[in-house]
């Protein structure tokens, strides 16, 4: 199984400032088959980024994903106050598939 | 436009079964695979397994092995996933996940969840 560890746990940030999120994979994720997903409270996960880089439709281009193998960011370039939220990684290249546990981005 | 609409909040005690459904509307049902994901209070989203509408066929996690069971009904375009001897571990939000027209896949669109509360 391959476990995905998010960094840092907790980013507390201002409106307009630069985000960046980590994922680090216990193991080289294949063809960069990695996504991220913003949840807010009592909704379900949205997707954000898909092949570790592929923004989703209708995703503003203020977010961006990056890298391979094991290292893979999030990168939200101005926060916006709507981005205030837990981000989570996927990994879909193999079975189970799994979440990081999530980076909270707050105020 | 897609819809994944989920069956109602349910209150189970240890021991018993719960069954959930998720009906598809806005696509061609078949044509891409569902999975089931769940998420306990203040935790991040579980793998459950995934199902192939269009054939059946079932890929379960692990951990759910024997007790986990995912069927479809492709003349109402719905997914059930049928989670049996239920503990408190189990009290989460159910969420069933939209894949892709390839097994593995990202998840695009999400039911709006179910909330399973296991207690005595």
């Known amino acids: 199984e391959i476990v995905l560890t998010q960094s840092p746990g907790t980013l507390s940030l201002s409106p307009g400032e630069r985000a960046t999120l980590s994922c680090r994979a216990s193991?080289?994720?294949?063809?960069?088959?990695l996504a991220w997903y913003q949840q807010k409270p009592g909704q379900a996960p949205r997707l954000l980024i898909y092949?570790?880089?592929s923004r989703a439709t209708g995703i503003p281009d203020r977010f961006s994903g990056s890298g391979s193998g094991t290292d893979f960011t999030l990168t939200i370039s101005r926060l916006e106050p709507e981005d205030f939220a837990v981000y989570y990684c996927?990994?879909?290249?193999?079975?189970?598939?799994?979440f990081g546990q999530g980076t909270k981005v707050e105020i | 436009q897609v819809q994944l609409v989920q069956s109602g909040a349910e209150v189970k005690k240890p021991g018993a079964s719960v069954k959930l459904s998720c009906k598809a509307s806005?696509?061609?049902?078949?044509?891409?695979?569902m999975h089931w994901v769940r998420q306990a209070p203040g935790q991040g989203p579980e793998w459950m397994g995934i199902?192939?509408?269009?054939?059946?066929?079932?890929d379960y996690a692990q951990k759910f092995q024997g007790r986990v069971t995912m069927t479809r009904d492709t003349s109402t375009s719905t997914v059930y996933m049928d989670l049996r001897s239920l503990r408190s571990e189990d009290t989460a939000a159910y969420f069933c996940?939209?894949?892709?027209?390839?097994?593995?896949?990202?998840?695009?669109?999400w039911g709006q969840g179910t909330l399973v509360t296991v207690s005595s």
């Open positions: 199902i192939n509408p269009s054939g059946g066929d079932t």
């Open positions: 996940a939209r894949g892709g027209l390839l097994i593995k896949n990202w998840f695009d669109s």
């Open positions: 996927q990994q879909y290249a193999t079975s189970p598939r799994t």
């Open positions: 806005g696509y061609n049902f078949t044509s891409y695979y």
């Open positions: 193991q080289n994720i294949r063809n960069t088959y």
């Open positions: 092949d570790a880089s």
